[in-house]
Structures are given as structure tokens and as C-alpha cells.
T-cell receptor, first 113, second 117 residues
Framework: DAMVIQNPRYQVTQFGKPVTLSCSQT?????MYWYQQKSSQAPKLLFH???????NEADTPDNFQSRRPNTSFCFLDIRSPGLGDAAMYLC????????????FGSGTRLTVV | AQKVTQAQTEISVVEKEDVTLDCVYE???????LFWYKQPPSGELVFLIR????DEQNEISGRYSWNFQKSTSSFNFTITASQVVDSAVYFC??????????????WGAGTKLIIKP
């Protein structure tokens, strides 16, 4: 089945140690998104790619970076994770404007120790 | 300004009761899309429905039904004969035309639904 796959499902990292989360899709969607979701809150958009065009949200910390080497893959890099970065990270895709819906991966739950 | 309001932070009902989750939205656009997502304790977001602004027809899918009323800017979600497996956080979301939204989803705060056996 076409889907959005996030690895790993759970990630534990040390304070200040760079970590990379990955997302892949088999939907061939143009747009890929990274969301951060903290407990009991709505997902918060960090950035998105429309094809190769990168769009950063104004309030996304510089500590968060992203790469999209091809249509299928997108990575979230956290350069120096702090305790406040512990959260669920959700990858999503949409075809074009997103008006036909967004497909979410299962998420990566990041713990910072 | 665009906004989605889910006034009910948490709802608790006994199994087999009907329950309605409210969603009220604000938008400048005449073309927009509304969504409901379910997020069980495992954390993944499960798509439930998409409705465009030109289609006010209500929809029923099994025990789930949605009532879209543009006159009151509401898109409410009803679960009939609730089951324990319905326990989750439910999010309502809005997507405007891409020219305004830059492809963003505007999320409500979510309603935590607890179904007690």
C-alpha cells in the first residue's frame, strides 16, 4: 500500500547530540511536511517542501533543519537537541495544494536525555 | 484571520452513548477544505474526512457522521453508539486556497474523547 513511513518509531538522543529523523513516501506527492507535536497540543508545522522548494515557518528554531534529496525522502535534522525538543515528530505528504488531503506517517517519538 | 476552535477540551461518555464533537472555523476564503483526524494513544494521525466549502451535504460513514453548516461556520462530528476503541484525541483542521495558506493546515486544539466501558 502507498504510504508515508517514518523511522525510527522511537528515538532517544542525548542532550546536544545531533539526531536525524527520516521520512519516506510511496505516494509520489509533491509536498512533504514536518510537524512537531508536544503532549496535548495540536501539531505545529516546522517546514515543508514543495518539490525542491524549501519553506521554513518563521518561528521554527534554527536548531531544526531539513533535507529532501529526492521526491521520496525527507529528513529532519536537529543539530543540538534540548530537553524542550522532546516531542512527537510527524511527517506528512500532500499532492499539490493539499486540498485533497494530507497523509501522515506514524510519527517518531523523540526523547532527549 | 483563519482559526479553528474546538471548545470541548475533553469529553467523557459511557460506551454506546452518542457523542458530538464541535468544530467552529473562521476563514476569509470562499474556497476551503475542512478535515477531521483521529489520534489514538499510539500517536499516528488517522484521516477521517475531507469536506470542501462547496459541498454542504452531510456525510455518514458507519457510526460516524458529519454536519457541515456554512451559516454557522461549523463542521461537527458525531459518533453514534460509541465504543471504547473510539477513545482518542480528535482534531478538526482547515485548509484554505493555496495562494493564501502556503499549503498549511490550521488546526483546532483537539478534543480528547474518553469512552468508558
Amino acid at each position: 500500500d502507498a504510504m508515508v513511513i517514518q523511522n525510527p518509531r522511537y528515538q532517544v538522543t542525548q542532550f546536544g547530540k545531533p539526531v536525524t529523523l527520516s521520512c519516506s513516501q510511496t505516494l509520489n506527492h509533491n509536498v512533504m511536511y514536518w510537524y512537531q507535536q508536544k503532549s496535548s497540543q495540536a501539531p505545529k508545522l516546522l517546514f515543508h517542501y514543495y518539490d525542491k522548494d524549501f519553506n521554513n515557518e518563521a518561528d521554527t528554531p534554527d536548531n531544526f533543519q531539513s533535507r529532501r534529496p529526492n521526491t521520496s525522502f525527507c529528513f529532519l535534522d536537529i543539530r543540538s537537541p534540548g530537553l524542550g525538543d522532546a516531542a512527537m515528530y510527524l511527517c506528512a505528504t500532500s499532492g499539490g495544494t493539499g486540498t485533497y488531503g494530507y497523509t501522515f506517517g506514524s510519527g517518531t517519538r523523540l526523547t532527549v536525555v | 484571520a483563519q482559526k479553528v476552535t474546538q471548545a470541548q477540551t475533553e469529553i467523557s461518555v459511557v460506551e454506546k452513548e452518542d457523542v458530538t464533537l464541535d468544530c467552529v472555523y473562521e476563514t476569509r476564503d470562499t474556497t476551503y477544505y475542512l478535515f477531521w483526524y483521529k489520534q489514538p494513544p499510539s500517536g499516528e494521525l488517522v484521516f477521517l474526512i475531507r469536506r470542501n466549502s462547496f459541498d454542504e451535504q452531510n456525510e455518514i460513514s458507519g457510526r460516524y457522521s458529519w454536519n457541515f453548516q456554512k451559516s454557522t461556520s461549523s463542521f461537527n462530528f458525531t459518533i453514534t453508539a460509541s465504543q471504547v476503541v473510539d477513545s482518542a484525541v480528535y482534531f478538526c483542521a482547515l485548509s484554505e486556497s493555496y495562494l493564501d495558506s502556503n499549503y498549511q493546515l490550521i488546526w483546532g486544539a483537539g478534543t480528547k474523547l474518553i469512552i468508558k466501558p
